[in-house]
């Protein structure tokens, strides 16, 4: 049976960990930043150590692609290495470090798969830098503009197009290519199989997130002469929504 090394994958995601290592064990490697673009250097290094084809397209996805006997659609994994500003060393890191021993064991067992495969990171996935979150992967599956996405601006004003050409990671690749299916490892950020005792899991279903913005009004009076009956506070009001939406949720729990 072929396995891939337990101990080369930590080590693999412990390198990628001192890259924009921050205290108490965590990493902030924002996208397009100086310590993104060196977590980028370190895995396209060891994509192209495994013989793999590296391609960057115009937002700076990366692929890295192994021949297959056959030239056809690619089966492709990976996930993103870029973090919020306090991420953990295994989120999306894993996904695509994981990929990575895969062709390694494929390489040391010289087999040759009938599909090529391919290992990916996607630019801007988590957002912390430039909305939308998953940036990469939507410009790369067609469901956001590639202008829109170049001309999008972080909070100092720089846009993506520049941050790209900062770091060196605007690619000549064209985005989007046809792959057969796609696989993501990905640690679970939650304590669902922790409670289960259960080792790993396969997603069927993933949440879906709304934002709204609520105002809640109030009105001005004396704090200590106003009796509470005649009160209108607009502290109470937010206290008994974050509540309700709590009493939904639970009544909703596990759905």
């Known amino acids: 049976?072929?396995?891939?090394?337990?101990?080369?994958?930590?080590?693999?995601?412990?390198?990628?960990?001192?890259?924009?290592?921050?205290?108490?064990?965590?990493?902030?490697?924002?996208?397009?930043?100086?310590?993104?673009?060196?977590?980028?250097?370190?895995?396209?290094?060891?994509?192209?150590?495994?013989?793999?084809?590296?391609?960057?397209?115009?937002?700076?996805?990366?692929?890295?692609?192994?021949?297959?006997?056959?030239?056809?659609?690619?089966i492709m994994t990976g996930s993103h290495i870029d973090t919020v500003r306090t991420g953990g060393r295994?989120?999306?890191?894993?996904?695509?470090?994981?990929?990575?021993?895969?062709?390694?064991?494929?390489?040391?067992?010289?087999?040759?798969?009938?599909?090529?495969?391919?290992?990916?990171?996607?630019?801007?996935?988590?957002?912390?830098?430039?909305?939308?979150?998953?940036?990469g992967s939507m410009a790369f599956a067609g469901k956001i503009p590639l202008k829109e996405v170049l001309e999008t601006k972080d909070d100092?004003?720089?846009?993506?197009?520049?941050?790209?050409d900062e770091i060196g990671y605007a690619g000549p690749a064209p985005i989007g290519r046809t792959f057969d299916s796609y696989l993501e490892l990905h640690i679970e950020q939650g304590p669902v199989l922790e409670s289960m005792q259960e080792p790993v899991g396969v997603v069927l279903g993933t949440m879906g997130v709304e934002r709204h913005m609520v105002r809640f009004v109030g009105q001005a009076v004396h704090a200590g002469a106003t009796p509470i009956p005649l009160r209108q506070d607009a502290f109470l009001a937010p206290a008994e929504f974050a509540l309700a939406c709590r009493d939904i949720g639970l009544a909703h729990s596990g759905d």
């Open 156 to 164: 100092s004003g720089i846009t993506v197009e520049q941050a790209l």
């Open 90 to 135: 295994y989120d999306g890191n894993y996904g695509v470090l994981a990929g990575l021993e895969v062709v390694r064991a494929l390489n040391e067992a010289r087999i040759v798969t009938r599909r090529p495969i391919a290992v990916a990171f996607f630019t801007n996935e988590e957002g912390a830098r430039f909305n939308p979150p998953m940036m």
């Open 1 to 74: 049976m072929l396995k891939v090394s337990e101990a080369h994958l930590l080590g693999s995601i412990e390198a990628l960990a001192a890259v924009g290592a921050i205290e108490g064990g965590g990493n902030a490697r924002l996208a397009l930043t100086d310590e993104d673009k060196t977590g980028r250097d370190l895995v396209v290094g060891w994509m192209k150590e495994l013989g793999l084809d590296v391609r960057i397209d115009a937002i700076g996805n990366v692929i890295g692609v192994r021949a297959g006997r056959e030239n056809g659609a690619a």
